[in-house]
Structures are given as C-alpha cells and as structure tokens.
C-alpha cells in the first residue's frame, strides 16, 4: 500500500481504537470521520472494534488509572510485525486475508491499550462436579437427611445435608467398600435444629463404594445410605 491516500488510510486506521473509545480530539475525531465517509474498508474495521468499546467504556475509570500504559512505540512495533509477516508470504492471493486480519489484531490492541485492559483471556469456567443423589435411612427419631456422592479420583465424597444432629455431638461417617471395609470418611460436631450441610471425604472410589453409615458417640447407627 502507497500514495497519499494509503499513508493516510494507515494512520488514520491506527487511531479506529482511540476514535471508538471517544478519546480523540475534536480535529482528530473530524479527520478520522472524513476518512471513515470515503473507505469502506476503515468503517468495516470500525463497526468490529466498536462493540469491544462499548464494553471498555464500562469498565471503572479509577481501576484503569492503576494499569499500566502500553509503550508508545507498540502500534508502530505491531505495523512493523505485519510488514515482516507479509515479506515472509509466499502465496500472494493470501495476503489480503492475512493483512486484513492482523490489522484487525492491532485496532483490538490499541484499543486495548488505549483502555488499560491488560488480561484478555477469560479463564474457563470448569464444570460442577456431577452429583449423584443416594437414598438415605434416618435410624434416629428427630433425623432428617439426604446426600449426594461426588466422584473424585481420589475416591468418593459424601455431600449430607441434615438436621436433627445432636448439638455438640460428634458424628463420625465412614464409607463401605464393596469387601465391607468401613473406611473413614470424617467427622463433624451436631448443630441441632439448624441445618447442616457437611462433605465429607473418603479414599474408597466410587466404583468401589457399596454405602455409607453416621454413627454418634456411644457408635449406634443415626443414618445409613445403601447405594
Ligand atoms: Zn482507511
């Protein structure tokens, strides 16, 4: 691309992102309108940095003043990039496509810059661990509970939900295995009438767990769960 009109085509594209986050001034913003009026192409590229604008201009001035600015010389070092990359290029009818979308690169980090956003990644949110909901016996009167399983690959954790627990007594839970080990899964201390939700731990995995057993202090059953 050269010529006066290309020279200015580029210039004027390097300042899509600030135009679109209104931090341009008045003369500014009258040449990037100008532009915008006679080349579709500016105005494609403005109508894909606009909604990422919009989105920046929500973003908490006082947080922003804490960012770090980028350097001054990053849109050039970005053009600099692009002009090596399309040397580098050995399919011409390509390059269109390449060029096109890098610059599109560059516009979103200017804007970048130009808003202070310095993380871009959106961190996947992982998945709620499955829940397996297992029937429950209250033995003792007063006891009401339900539970789900979670399988780890450490081994199974018990999700109990209760109320009725003697408060201040200590509960213990262990998890059969399908040989009719009981193996520990934890304790916890009664809270009464208030409810009382509990996960608790064993290294029997799922596969291999065939029940689970609350008993109190003096070892009497309070609540069992065959699954
Ligand atoms: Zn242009």
């Known amino acids: ?29 009258d040449r990037v309108r100008a532009h915008l009026d006679g080349d579709p192409e500016c105005r494609a590229e403005l109508a894909e940095i606009a909604p990422l604008a919009a989105r920046l201009a929500g973003v908490d001035a006082d947080a922003l003043d804490a960012t770090p600015t980028p350097p001054p010389d990053l849109g050039a070092r970005i053009m600099a990039r692009i002009a090596e990359e399309e040397q580098r290029r050995v399919v011409p009818l390509r390059r269109a496509g390449v060029r096109r979308r890098a610059l599109a690169a560059a516009a979103v ?12 990644a959106v ?15 209250a033995v003792a009167p007063g006891v009401e509970a339900r539970a789900d399983l979670v399988p780890h690959t450490w ?11 003697e408060r201040g007594e200590v509960y213990r839970v262990a998890v ?4 009719g080990n009981e193996v520990p899964a934890g304790e916890f201390l009664g809270v009464g009438a208030t409810e009382l939700r509990c996960n608790l731990n064993s290294s029997v995995l799922r ?3 065939v029940a689970f057993e ?3 202090a003096d070892g009497d059953v309070v609540v069992r769960s065959d699954f």
Do not use: I, Q
């Open 155 to 165: 081994g199974v954790e018990v999700k109990l939900t209760g109320t009725g627990f």
């Open 214 to 216: 609350v008993v109190d």
């Open 109 to 120: 980090a200017g804007v970048a810059a130009a808003g202070g956003v310095v993380g871009w």
């Open 207 to 209: 596969d291999d767990a």
């Open 176 to 179: 059969t295995d399908d040989s």
């Open 1 to 29: 691309m050269s010529g006066p009109h290309g020279d200015e085509h580029r210039e004027l594209r390097e300042m899509l992102g600030s135009y679109a986050l209104g931090h341009l001034s008045p003369a500014e913003r």
């Open 123 to 137: 961190r996947p949110v992982p998945d709620p661990p499955p829940l397996e909901p297992v029937a429950v016996e």
